[in-house]
């Protein structure tokens, strides 16, 4: 599985990006994917993910009603919406799978998201 992660890029605050993860490779054994960010002195953490099988969505508490994480089969491509954007979603946005019991393994690059207020 490759993973390929774009659509950042600078925004005021208030506004809206769409980050897109196009995957390429197998899906028999895909579990779910996520989209992760990591600030600067900060921790990576996960904002969003989707699970293939029911189509169940978690998202993290700080961007709960903002971000929408949504998939398009036919593109074989993941989408995270992201509205009211806040200078403290500025980040680096990766997108990642996981496989049925096993943690997220298969990554893609960075793609950088700057809020500015």
């Known amino acids: 599985v490759q993973l390929q992660a774009s659509g950042g890029g600078l925004v005021q605050s208030g506004g809206s990006l769409r980050l897109s993860c196009a995957r390429s490779?197998?899906?028999?054994?895909?579990?779910?994917t996520g989209w992760f960010r990591q600030a600067p002195g900060k921790e990576r953490e996960l904002v969003a993910a989707?699970?293939?099988?029911?189509?169940?969505?978690y998202y993290g508490d700080s961007v709960k009603g903002r971000f929408t994480i949504s998939r398009e089969n036919a593109k074989n491509t993941v989408y995270l919406q992201m509205n009211s954007l806040k200078p403290e979603d500025t980040a680096v946005y990766y997108c990642?799978?996981?496989?049925?019991?096993?943690?997220?393994?298969?990554w893609g690059q960075g793609t950088l998201v700057t809020v500015s207020s």
């Open positions: 990642a799978e996981r496989n049925y019991g096993h943690a997220y393994s298969y």
């Open positions: 490779g197998g899906t028999f054994n895909t579990d779910a």
């Open positions: 989707l699970i293939w099988r029911t189509g169940t969505t």
